[in-house]
């Protein structure tokens, strides 16, 4: 299974951005689908999730400004991301865990200038 990422780019503090994550294979019965990040000198951290019963998960630091979704139709995951900060700055890996295996993407990098 392939992924596609986009809609990284550069943008300001206090600014939105939507990420994009389009898979070759369907995603309806996945087991989890979400968005990590890898932030300068750090670890790749969890920034959101959407399980199979359609409950989602955010990272404390993101909760109220980041929204994921998907369209099971189009094969497709969502990052809605607003009032953006600087320490947002990072590569943004999208992730589908089918339970027999679990694929990312190619990442998108995302920079927040203050």
């Known amino acids: 299974v392939q992924l596609q990422a986009c809609g990284g780019g550069l943008v300001q503090a206090r600014g939105s951005v939507r990420l994009s994550c389009v898979a070759s294979?369907?995603?309806?019965?996945?087991?989890?689908v979400g968005w990590y990040r890898r932030a300068p000198g750090k670890q790749r951290e969890l920034v959101a999730v959407?399980?199979?019963?359609?409950?989602?998960n955010y990272a404390d630091s993101v909760k109220g400004r980041f929204t994921i979704s998907k369209d099971n139709t189009w094969n497709t995951v969502y990052l809605q991301m607003n009032n953006l900060e600087p320490e947002d700055t990072a590569v943004y890996y999208c992730?589908?865990?089918?339970?027999?295996?679990?694929?990312w993407g190619q990442g998108t990098l995302v920079t927040v200038s203050s």
């Open positions: 294979a369907g995603i309806l019965n996945a087991n989890a």
């Open positions: 992730n589908i865990d089918y339970g027999w295996d679990q694929f």
């Open positions: 959407i399980i199979r019963s359609g409950s989602t």
